[in-house]
Structure formats: structure tokens, C-alpha cells
């Protein structure tokens, strides 16, 4: 079992993170700002994060040296954060990252929103979804919606049932 440092000096993560992307003066998620840093006592990755106790979630933004680095390690970072007090994890994902895509979903994170175009980059516009797991279960009985935004509720309603909740088969004697 992978075992995490978590930091919390925000200045100091946001200038590990200005070091490690010097690139992203524009960086956003949507309006996040790092202020957690999770890495291995090797130091082989480093996941940035911005987590909010209060709120009770975190939102990871990026890993160095590559998000692909720490994909295989999202069951530890998202247990020290669950420690943490962040019972929402989410996640902004590139659509053209498969292999990323595919870890993020095996961890039972499900699709809450997908973003076409939403980035520009020197090669065009890249797509992205939203991808967010719970270590609470949602409860959707008092959730009012209005009836245009019915069919994106009962998607995510679907997708977070198949991803969480046993089939009658795994509950059959």
C-alpha cells in the first residue's frame, strides 16, 4: 500500500507548483489554486490539489512529472484526502487521455460533466470531462431539477449506481 506525505503550506505548494509548471501563469481549475501537495517518501510524483475542509472536498489539478506518474496511485491520494476531510474528490481530465480516463473510472470515479473545446491549445481545441468520486453516498431524494436538466441527472444518477452500488447478481445468495 502506497503511503503519501500529504503538505499543506500553501505558499509553499504554490511555488513548488510555479517551479514544476513555469508555463501556467493562466492556470486554472475552474479558479483553483493548489494549496496541497501529495508525493511518496521517494518523492517519484508529486499530486497537486486544491482542497477545501470546510466544503468538504478537493479538486486535483495536475502531477508531476506527468499526470500519467500518479494515475496508477489515485486509491491512496484519494484515501489521505478522504483523512483529510475531503469526502468529493474531483477531477478535470483531457478526453484525449484514455489511459488516464480509464484509471480515473477504475477507481470509481464517475463522469459528472464533459467540456467540448473547452481549451485552447497550439494545436486546436481540446475536450474534457469532469470526472468526481464520493466516499459518501449520495443521496439524491431531495435533489429538485429542472425538467431541461432531468436527462443529465438520471445520467450521473445511472453512472453513479453502476459504478458504486452491487448488482442483484453480487447480492444473490
Known amino acids: 500500500m502506497e503511503q503519501l506525505e ?22 486554472f481549475y475552474p479558479l483553483h489554486t493548489p494549496n ?12 497537486y490539489a486544491y482542497l477545501n475542509r470546510a466544503g468538504g472536498y478537493c479538486s486535483l489539478l495536475t502531477a508531476h512529472p506527468d499526470p500519467a506518474a500518479a494515475a496508477a496511485h489515485l486509491e491512496p491520494v484519494t484515501r489521505a484526502l478522504a483523512r483529510a476531510g475531503a469526502g468529493y474528490v474531483e477531477a478535470l481530465v483531457p478526453l484525449a487521455h484514455q489511459e488516464a480516463l480509464s484509471a480515473f473510472l477504475a477507481q ?5 460533466a464533459l467540456y467540448p473545446a473547452m481549451r485552447a491549445d497550439g494545436d486546436g481545441f481540446h475536450d474534457y470531462a469532469v470526472l468526481s468520486r464520493s466516499s459518501e453516498r449520495i443521496d439524491f431524494r431531495g435533489v429538485a431539477v429542472e425538467p431541461p436538466l432531468q436527462p443529465y ?17 453480487e447480492v444473490a445468495p
Do not use: K, N, Q
Open 153 to 169: 441527472l438520471d445520467c450521473y444518477a445511472s453512472a453513479w449506481a453502476s459504478a458504486h452500488l452491487p448488482t442483484p447478481s
Open 6 to 27: 500529504m503538505i499543506e503550506a500553501p505558499a509553499f505548494v504554490r511555488r513548488r507548483f510555479r517551479e514544476r509548471f513555469p508555463g501556467a501563469e493562466g492556470w
Open 108 to 112: 470509481g470515479f464517475v463522469a459528472g
Open 36 to 47: 496541497v501537495l501529495l508525493t511518496p517518501e521517494d518523492g517519484r510524483f508529486e499530486v
